[in-house]
């Protein structure tokens, strides 16, 4: 027996989820079986960003074999009501469209059926007349008052709009020595988990209740939102989590719209539903953060000490406000100083509806949008007062000591060191041969740049900030909301073995090791002496409306409340131990495995012999020290609502990164070159230095792609251009370079065991930092995100003189779309007069025509056909509607027209010339310009363009085998002189 | 090459981990969806569908495959591995997979069986591999949780054990 008692916390040990994910037995959502009978549901998506929906016909979709039931708007809102929105605004928030349609890939209506497969054959059954509106697509063009309005019960897309006002802002800018400014376009992005989103819903009509077991990840408060807009009390409304969820940065909030769906779609076809979101639905649809302009000004004094802050923020939150939006505005509301001591503070806050996907939960949640702004212009007060920046640091650090400290807007910060981790950082990650390196780089004409930010990592988030988008006098109204309950559950069964469960619902973060470590610590045990269930059932578990895992919360809160269970238990179980072994309780001591008298380690009781003794022997033991099982709620009293003046302390816990870089971008290509990274953290103490590891290799991977390559990308017309992973660029080990990671350990006074969270802190201080690089390397002073080599490459690149204009046929461009051209030609073995008469002819046509279900001549030189196209991973219907013009019988003529679907439409036009070959046979030469909406053209131009030619050509190709040639595609090369 | 019809189920039968295995698939259906939803084994996922992410990949006569993108009855005839079939017996892993718990080298676990299965043929191929050229490879997946050092660090240690003690593998 081991005399010293070991910490478990602080050690890496193995993580015990890793045994299963290794060999594949996972437990995952798309893991776990369903009942019989159960029904798989595809959803029909808006192809539109904006437009009215006219008529919807599915009575072809219905009749499908396989199909039990094919839900629309109506079915949704028969019954339950809108889901809450979180301002005080006339809007309504559904999770199906109702009358409208508001961003591409709203989902417009729900198929079920025996197997996702029909599911999917039926969408494309259902048609679905839209009156396209104009779109809104910029957030300042959203507040000029000419753009449509997005709901019926708002007067402008304004949604919200509040002022405060902290210290004396006036004055300071009025007395300061320079005003500095910076205005900062933060661009749309998502940290897009590898797993999708997925749920399996029941409805018991007998009871009337649901109970759905889905991959969310809290909060629970939208389990209130969910119930209501479900339309049954909470206890009627199960929610359950599989064991396993594969990662989801804040994402996997938002699946819980479809939670409501699909419950009513499980009711309205009286049988289970079960839904997995494919990787398209997830990039046009699921959750993103916001974007958001800000103008940032600083009343700064001649040594570069800021005195003052204006902010001025204009959020996007797409198209509709969903819970808990606008919650990433007023996140980083206590610390919109930063890591400064900045005592006068002036913000004006607006919200605007765009046609967008909504926004909500992700990595950082409104620290990358504050933090970019901020230390941009931290950057900008360093260049134009000829500072070094670690200087202009340096200067408006919060100082030593001055902790707890809290700032102008309401924020406590719990502990650090702020210049002790900063200097230590210049120290050990080598500043000083950095700006040598610089040095050298630049006397050889290389771009190189050196960015720095200091940022606070908030962590736990108090339940109250969100409500700092009301007045005082909306709040008085609606009662008051704080705090951050935390739970933890600790049981001993009859052989005295523990169990542990907690409401902290991980997504990948080994909670489960973490906490059979803190619970070890606790009770004198061994990690593997304690097993952890993290898995959560609203109906039967512990757990609360801060239940889930967010804001970085797990190290500290939930941590924090398993350590004060098992205090809990371990004090009852003193008092039978003292009982057995004949001492006080205060002279009990755990460790080894065992309980002892503190001295006499021989007078000792086996733990798990005294942990059975309540099952055993109740008799023995007084009522009260009966340890069986222990629910501690745990909510940390710093956490109170927003003051009367709006002072709000928004998160438990501070952190401190202090992040500098050198980067080098080629002075061809524009390409960023990440040369050095190195990031200081404090974030208190920390229990398992492995993960803390990952925490932020994996946050820094996620920050790495925000500021180089991620955007969700919208067209003016609102269409979505990003849409699969080979357009939306996630980094790959060969863009992510390993950073020098730093830390020191303040340990927070409020939590129970000193942590504070750092899963979040490098999603916000990173993109800034490489953008105050590049800004340095450039001698920039205005650049945005994501740093793509075009961008930095236009801002010392002279501008490129235009190309030259283009040919025939005549582009049909509203300017809106995605283009597309291509030319080709190929060869018949048929006359021209005999091809002319085939291209002209319906019946030919349909057998040519790759996917075409019928073709359909209205007139001489009107066609319409119905053809299954696939463009890379979507495959849909399209109605083609063709005229012929300019006919020159048999050598020419022209082809424009429109092609529309489910998926998405086009518009364009082709010339086709025909000319006889000395063979015989018939030279076909085409050439086609076409413009693409909707969906499809989220796929991206490589996708697209690769698929209109091997659509054109297998055209030819079947023409080619039409006109008597051999049909055998091994035979391409010789019936095409050259390839389409 | 014999023609499928699109509305009749046709049997697959391959061998998977060692063992033979048969099922029926529509033509049209997915090799992922076959391996997962038909024969249970779930261990290999599902992350684009358009083969770019690599979660799905597998190993198909000996060579690295994205399962999304190819159909259940391409595989008919095959030899197949896939993540359950690489530890040596249950409750023991395999040296790549113990490398990867020692370096923390995954966290939600969802990207880490189809990096898993590149990586223990490429081992095979390339016993001293260097972390560029381990960049380059790994190029092919999407890991949104580790940010790839853990990974590359477990995999230059698992080279290392499989060159020291061969057996192992
Ligand atoms: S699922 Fe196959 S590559 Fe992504
Ligand atoms: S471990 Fe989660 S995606 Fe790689």
């Given at each position: 027996?081991?005399?010293l008692?070991t910490?478990w ?5 193995e993580r ?6 290794l060999?594949?037995r996972g ?5 776990l079986?369903?009942?019989p009978?159960t029904?798989?549901?595809?959803i029909?998506?808006s192809p ?7 008529a919807?016909?599915?009575d072809?979709a219905r009749?499908?074999?396989?199909v039990?039931?094919?839900i629309?708007?109506?079915d949704?809102?028969?019954?339950p ?9 006339p809007?309504e928030?559904?999770p199906?469209a109702t ?5 591409v890939?709203e ?5 079920v059926?025996?197997?996702?497969y029909?599911a999917?054959?039926a969408?494309?059954?259902?048609e679905?007349d839209?009156q396209?509106?104009p ?8 507040l000029d008052?000419?753009q449509?309005i997005l709901h019926?019960?708002l007067r ?8 405060f006002?902290?210290?004396d ?9 320079h005003?500095i400014a910076?205005?900062?376009?933060y661009?749309r992005?998502?940290c897009?988990?590898m797993e ?7 409805y018991?009509?007998?009871?009337d209740?649901y ?8 909060p629970f ?6 119930a ?11 929610l359950?989590t599989?064991?396993?969820?594969g ?9 819980f719209p ?5 419950g ?5 076809a009286?049988r289970?539903?079960k ?6 639905e997830?990039?046009a649809a699921?959750v993103?953060a916001?974007?958001?302009?800000t103008?940032?000004r ?6 570069g ?10 959020e996007?939150?797409?198209a509709h406000i969903?819970a808990?939006e606008?919650a990433t505005?007023?996140r980083?509301?206590?610390n919109?100083?930063?890591?400064y ?5 002036a913000v004006?806050n ?11 939960l992700?990595?950082?949640f409104?620290?990358p949008?504050v ?7 931290m950057q900008r007060?360093?260049?134009i007062?000829?500072l070094?920046?670690?200087?202009v640091?340096r200067?408006n ?13 309401g ?5 650090g ?7 230590k ?8 041969a950095?700006?040598q390196r610089?040095?050298?780089a630049?006397?050889?004409g290389?771009l190189?740049?050196?960015?720095m930010?200091?940022a606070?990592e908030?962590?736990?988030s108090n339940?109250g ?6 007045t005082?006098?909306?709040r008085?109204k ?15 069964d ?5 169990s542990?469960?907690v409401?902290?619902?991980?997504q990948?973060q ?6 059979s470590?803190?619970?070890a610590d606790a009770l004198?045990l061994k990690?593997?002496?304690v097993r952890?269930?993290?898995e959560?059932?609203?109906?039967r578990?512990a ?19 398993a350590?004060l269970?098992a205090?809990k238990?371990k004090?009852?179980?003193?008092k039978?131990a ?13 460790a080894g495995g065992?309980?002892r008298a503190?001295g006499?380690p021989?007078n000792?009781?086996?733990?798990g012999?005294l942990?059975?003794?309540s ?8 009522e ?7 629910t ?7 956490l109170t609502?927003?003051s009367e003046?709006?002072e709000?302390n ?11 870089c050198?980067?080098?971008?080629d002075r061809?290509t524009?390409?960023?070159r990440?040369?050095?990274y190195?990031?200081m953290?404090d974030?208190?103490r920390?229990?398992h230095?492995?993960?803390v590891?990952?925490q932020i290799?994996g946050?820094?991977a996620?920050?790495?792609g925000?500021?180089?390559y991620?955007?969700?990308s919208?067209?003016p017309?609102g269409?979505?251009?990003?849409g699969?992973f ?5 980094p790959?080990?060969?863009e ?6 730093l ?8 939590t129970p065991?000193g942590?504070k969270g750092?899963?979040e802190g490098n999603?916000?201080s990173?993109p800034v930092?490489?953008a105050?690089?590049?800004a340095?390397a ?5 650049i945005?995100?994501p740093l ?7 801002l010392f690149h002279p ?8 040919v025939?046929p005549?582009p049909?461009k509203?300017?809106?779309?995605r283009?597309?051209?291509g030319?080709?030609q190929?060869?018949?073995?048929a006359?021209p ?5 085939m291209?002209l002819?319906p019946?030919t046509l349909?057998?040519i ?10 007139s001489d030189?009107?066609?319409r ?5 696939g463009?890379?991973?979507?495959t849909?219907r ?10 020159d019988e048999?050598?020419?003529?022209t082809?424009?027209?429109t092609?529309t679907g489910?998926l998405?439409d086009?518009?364009g ?6 000319t006889p070959?000395?063979?015989g046979g ?9 413009e ?13 363009d690769g698929?209109?030619k091997i659509v054109i050509r297998?055209f030819f190709e079947?023409?080619a ?6 049909a055998r595609?091994g035979?391409?090369?010789?019936l ?5 | 090459?014999?023609?499928?019809s ?7 039968r391959f ?5 033979p ?5 529509e033509?049209r259906?997915l090799?992922t969806d ?6 249970g ?5 599902v ?6 992410c690599g ?6 006569d000996g060579?690295?495959?994205?399962a999304?993108?190819?159909l ?8 197949i ?8 017996e249950p409750g023991?892993?395999s ?5 990867f718990?020692r370096h ?7 990207c ?9 043929g490429?081992?095979r191929?390339h016993?001293?591999?260097?972390e560029?050229?381990?960049r ?5 997946h ?5 940010g ?10 698992a ?9 192992h593998a």
């Amino acid at each position: 027996m081991s005399e010293l008692p070991t910490s478990w916390c602080g050690q890496s040990v193995e993580r015990v989820e890793d045994a299963a994910l290794l060999t594949g037995r996972g437990r995952f959502i798309d893991d776990l079986g369903v009942r019989p009978g159960t029904l798989h549901a595809a959803i029909l998506r808006s192809p539109h960003a904006h437009a009215k929906i006219v008529a919807i016909r599915a009575d072809a979709a219905r009749a499908l074999p396989g199909v039990a039931a094919v839900i629309l708007a109506e079915d949704v809102t028969a019954l339950p009501a809108s889901l809450v929105v979180g301002v005080k605004a006339p809007i309504e928030c559904w999770p199906i469209a109702t009358d409208r349609v508001r961003y591409v890939g709203e989902p417009v209506a729900v198929v079920v059926a025996a197997s996702r497969y029909i599911a999917e054959d039926a969408l494309d059954l259902i048609e679905v007349d839209y009156q396209t509106l104009p779109a809104v697509v910029d957030p300042l063009a959203a507040l000029d008052g000419t753009q449509p309005i997005l709901h019926d019960g708002l007067r402008s897309n304004l949604a919200s709009e509040r002022r405060f006002r902290y210290g004396d802002p006036e004055r300071a800018f009025a007395e300061a020595t320079h005003r500095i400014a910076v205005t900062i376009k933060y661009p749309r992005n998502s940290c897009t988990p590898m797993e999708t989103y997925g749920l399996i819903a029941e409805y018991d009509a007998g009871e009337d209740a649901y109970d759905v077991t889905a991959n969310f990840m809290g909060p629970f408060s939208l389990h209130a939102v969910m119930a209501r807009a479900l339309k049954v009390p909470g206890n009627r409304f199960r929610l359950r989590t599989p064991p396993d969820s594969g990662g989801s940065f804040g994402v996997k909030q938002g699946v819980f719209p479809y939670i409501v769906l699909m419950g009513i779609a499980a009711r309205v076809a009286g049988r289970p539903v079960k839904w997995v979101e494919d990787r398209l639905e997830h990039l046009a649809a699921s959750v993103s953060a916001t974007n958001r302009v800000t103008t940032l000004r600083a009343a700064v004094d001649a040594d570069g000490r800021v005195r003052a802050l204006d902010w001025n923020q204009i959020e996007d939150v797409g198209a509709h406000i969903r819970a808990p939006e606008p919650a990433t505005l007023y996140r980083m509301h206590g610390n919109l100083g930063g890591a400064y001591d900045i005592r006068n503070i002036a913000v004006r806050n607006r919200v605007v509806l765009t046609n967008k996907a909504p926004t909500g939960l992700n990595r950082g949640f409104g620290g990358p949008q504050v933090y970019y702004a901020l230390e941009r212009l931290m950057q900008r007060i360093a260049v134009i007062l000829k500072l070094d920046p670690a200087d202009v640091i340096r200067r408006n650090l919060v100082p030593s000591g001055a902790f707890p400290y809290r700032t102008a807007t309401g924020a406590i910060y719990d502990s650090g060191d702020y210049p002790l981790a900063f200097e230590k950082a210049l120290t050990d990650g080598g500043y000083a041969a950095l700006r040598q390196r610089q040095a050298e780089a630049r006397a050889q004409g290389r771009l190189y740049g050196i960015g720095m930010t200091a940022a606070i990592e908030p962590s736990v988030s108090n339940m109250g900030y969100i409500t700092t988008v009301l007045t005082p006098e909306e709040r008085r109204k609606a009662g008051p909301k704080n705090g951050a309950q935390a739970t933890a559950t600790i049981a001993l069964d009859p052989v005295g073995s523990v169990s542990v469960h907690v409401s902290s619902v991980p997504q990948g973060q080994g909670h489960r090791t973490v906490l059979s470590q803190i619970v070890a610590d606790a009770l004198g045990l061994k990690p593997s002496d304690v097993r952890v269930v993290a898995e959560l059932d609203t109906g039967r578990d512990a757990w609360s409306i801060a239940s889930g895992n967010y804001s970085s919360r797990f190290a500290a809160a939930v941590g924090g409340a398993a350590h004060l269970a098992a205090e809990k238990i371990k004090a009852k179980l003193a008092k039978i131990a003292a009982a057995q072994l004949n001492v006080p309780p205060e002279e009990i001591e755990f460790a080894g495995g065992r309980a002892r008298a503190r001295g006499n380690p021989d007078n000792n009781v086996a733990f798990g012999r005294l942990a059975a003794t309540s099952h055993w022997s109740p008799g023995l033991v007084p009522e009260e020290n009966q340890a069986l099982r222990e629910t501690v709620f745990w909510s940390p009293p710093q956490l109170t609502p927003p003051s009367e003046n709006d002072e709000i302390n928004s998160s438990l816990c501070h952190g401190f990164i202090f992040d500098f870089c050198g980067v080098e971008i080629d002075r061809v290509t524009g390409a960023l070159r990440i040369d050095k990274y190195v990031t200081m953290h404090d974030c208190g103490r920390i229990l398992h230095p492995g993960m803390v590891e990952g925490q932020i290799t994996g946050g820094f991977a996620h920050a790495v792609g925000a500021a180089l390559y991620e955007e969700y990308s919208y067209g003016p017309d609102g269409s979505f251009q990003t849409g699969t992973f080979a357009d939306y660029l996630v980094p790959t080990t060969m863009e992510v370079p390993t950073p020098v990671i730093l830390h020191i350990e303040t340990p927070s006074p409020f939590t129970p065991l000193g942590t504070k969270g750092v899963g979040e802190g490098n999603c916000m201080s990173t993109p800034v930092c490489l953008a105050n690089a590049a800004a340095d390397a450039l001698g920039a002073s205005d650049i945005d995100l994501p740093l793509t080599p075009a961008k930095l490459a236009a801002l010392f690149h002279p501008a490129e003189a235009a190309p030259p204009a283009t040919v025939r046929p005549q582009p049909v461009k509203t300017g809106k779309g995605r283009a597309l051209q291509g030319q080709g030609q190929a060869q018949a073995n048929a006359a021209p007069a005999d091809v002319w008469r085939m291209l002209l002819d319906p019946k030919t046509l349909e057998a040519i025509i790759p996917g075409c279900h019928g073709v359909e001549k209205l007139s001489d030189t009107h066609f319409r056909a119905d053809v299954t196209l696939g463009v890379g991973p979507v495959t849909g219907r399209y109605r083609a509607d063709i005229k012929l013009s300019d006919l020159d019988e048999p050598k020419a003529v022209t082809l424009s027209g429109t092609v529309t679907g489910a998926l998405g439409d086009a518009k364009g036009a082709g010339h086709i010339t025909l000319t006889p070959t000395d063979t015989g046979g018939a030279l076909l030469a085409y050439e086609y310009d076409a413009e693409i909406g909707g969906k499809v053209a989220s796929i991206g131009g490589r996708l697209l363009d690769g698929a209109a030619k091997i659509v054109i050509r297998q055209f030819f190709e079947a023409l080619a085998r039409h006109t008597g040639g051999p049909a055998r595609t091994g035979l391409f090369a010789r019936l095409f002189g050259r390839g389409a | 090459m014999h023609r499928l019809s699109a509305d009749r189920r046709h049997r697959v039968r391959f061998t998977l981990n060692g063992k033979p295995v048969e099922a029926d698939a529509e033509p049209r259906m997915l090799l992922t969806d076959f391996l997962r939803h038909e024969l249970g084994q779930t261990g290999t996922h599902v992350g684009c569908e358009h083969g770019v992410c690599g979660a799905c990949t597998i190993e198909i006569d000996g060579v690295p495959a994205r399962a999304c993108l190819t159909l259940a009855v391409q595989a008919d005839g095959a030899t197949i591995r896939t993540v359950e079939g690489l530890a040596p017996e249950p409750g023991r892993l395999s040296v790549l997979q113990d490398a990867f718990r020692r370096h923390h080298a995954l966290q939600c676990g969802f990207c880490t069986a189809g990096i898993l299965m590149s990586l223990d043929g490429y081992l095979r191929r390339h016993s001293a591999p260097t972390e560029a050229e381990l960049r380059e490879f790994l190029g092919g997946h999407l890991c949104r949780c580790t940010g790839y050092t853990p990974i590359l660090a477990a995999a230059l240690d698992a080279a290392k054990t499989l060159r020291e003690v061969p057996a192992h593998a």
